[in-house]
Structure formats: C-alpha cells, structure tokens
C-alpha cells in the first residue's frame, strides 16, 4: 500500500468489538531492589491493546516504558498484576512476539540475510523457504541489495531495517519496538519511521512502540500512552483522531503535540518540587 495515497483513519474505541482485543495489561505493577532500597518503577498499570493497533508509549525516563516492552516480551516479571496475549498468560519469551531494540543486535559474523533467517533455522525452516522469506522482508525494508553485507558494512539505519526485517520473518502476532530510533540522526530517524509505517500500513501487524519523541509518537500512532514519572503510572490515553499521511505542519498535528508536550512537562515539574511521585535516586 503507498503511504502518499492512503487516507486511513483510527477505528475509535467505541466501534471495536470485544473479540479484537489482542493483548491486556491488568494490574500490573513492578518494585525491584537498588542501592538505594526498594524501588517502585511501575504502579497499577493496566491497558488493553487491540489487533492491528499502532500503540505508542511515551512518558519522562524512568517511567517504565522499557519495562513494559520487557515484561511483554517476557524477559521480565511483574511483581503484581499479569498479562495475557490472545487470553494466555505471558509467562516468558515466546515467538508470537518480535522485539526490536534501540541497541544493535545483529549478530556480527552472520550475513544480513543469516541473519533475518536465524530464527527461522532455529525452528527448523527448510532453507529454500529461509531463503523466500528473508528476501522478502528485506525487500519489505528497502535492503534486498544488502542481504550479502556484513553487520559492520551497514550503517546503523540500515542495521535497525535488518533487525525489523529479522523480527518481521519469525511471522510474530505484535512487534515490541523499545526505542529503535533512539541512537540514530534526524534524518535517518524520519527515514526509518516512513519505513515502519509502510509496513504497518501493508501488514497491519500490531505494534507496541516506546519513544521519547513526542512528534514521533503522533506521527505513528493510533493511540498515544501517557506514562507518570516514576513510579510509571498510566496518566492518559489520547486517540489520534488524524487520518495518514500525516504532515507535522498541519494545525492538527502541532495543536496535538502541544498538549502531549504540555502534559509531558507538567509531569516533570510536579516531580521536581516533589508533589507527585518519586524521586529518582541520586546517582553517582
């Protein structure tokens, strides 16, 4: 689908059916331990995300947006509170979820193509059917030129295409994106983010997005999560009510990035004189 023709508008909460829901967050609270004693990064959160959902998480750091992209993924485990996928409990990592992180994570003596196709091998996929789909989704993330090229021949916005692509080829039900264009220059970000929203727009698979940026979040988003400092709470949740493409000079866009950016520092000034949450602890 061409993103420059589509005019797609958000479902509204209000019209989607009950069935449609694909993951859910109840409770969900996480206390670990620190120098510094127990500290509560997340209180009580709970959300519901529906299929084919773009969901973007965005709050000030600490809040516990990563966290909830680990405990998703099931690399970590809430203290209270649970979370079901499709009405399971997540209880650990499994395939029906792709992770993409904001750090590099190919792996460096593996081709491009190995290594879009090493999940793949590891669930014993024949190698021609490997081979289809790792072209595929290379192809999906403009790199079908690039499958032959080592990780240290790549620049880093094409080293986050390949882990998209290496995600992608597994056929998970959601993507988890922590940050993934967090490390990268404006324009490669902005690059990147055409890039994810093609594929979203041609596959429609369900993604759980963090950033820190607040136009990134309503230029991709369907909903837009509003974390508290810590411990994160869940402040908000705004639906973007703006149909695709969406353009950063429209008077709807910047009116709705003014008032997540108000919210934002609100936020931030309420925990610097102490009214609202907890303070970090010092750091050393």
């Not at 290594?115 to 289809?132: D, P, Q, S, Y």
Request: with cysteine; hydrophobic share 40%.
């Amino acid at each position: 689908m061409n993103v420059a023709n589509s005019r797609l508008k958000p479902i509204p909460l209000s019209d989607r059916a009950a069935g449609d829901t694909l993951i859910e967050l109840r409770n969900l609270s996480l206390t670990f331990r620190s120098d510094h004693g127990q500290v509560r990064a997340l209180q009580n959160v709970s959300f519901q995300v529906h299929r084919n959902e773009f969901i973007s998480l965005i709050g000030p750091s600490g809040c516990g947006k990563s966290t909830v992209i680990n405990m998703v993924a099931g690399f970590e485990t809430p203290t209270a509170g649970r979370i079901m996928l499709g009405g399971s409990v997540i209880d650990g990592p499994g395939g029906d979820r792709g992770v993409v992180f904001q750090e590099e994570s190919l792996y460096p003596w593996l081709t491009l193509r190995e290594n879009v196709e090493f999940g793949l091998r590891l669930r014993g996929v024949h190698r021609a059917e490997r081979r289809e789909a790792a072209n595929h989704y290379l192809e999906l993330v403009d790199l079908s030129h690039s499958g032959n090229a080592f990780p240290d021949q790549l620049s880093g916005g094409m080293k986050q295409r390949g882990a998209i692509a290496r995600a992608l080829a597994n056929e998970p039900r959601m993507l988890l994106m922590d940050e993934p264009f967090g490390a990268l220059d404006i324009l490669t970000r902005e690059t990147l983010q055409d890039v994810v929203l093609r594929i979203w727009l041609d596959t429609r698979k369900t993604i759980l997005f963090v950033t820190h940026s607040i136009e990134e979040s309503v230029l991709l988003a369907d909903r837009i999560l509003v974390f508290t400092g810590r411990p994160g709470r869940l402040a908000e949740t705004l639906d973007v009510d703006l149909g695709r493409p969406r353009s950063r000079g429209d008077r709807s866009f910047v009116e709705l990035t003014d008032r997540l950016r108000s919210m934002l520092l609100g936020d931030v000034r309420r925990m610097e004189m102490g009214l609202d949450g907890e303070r970090a602890p010092p750091s050393h």
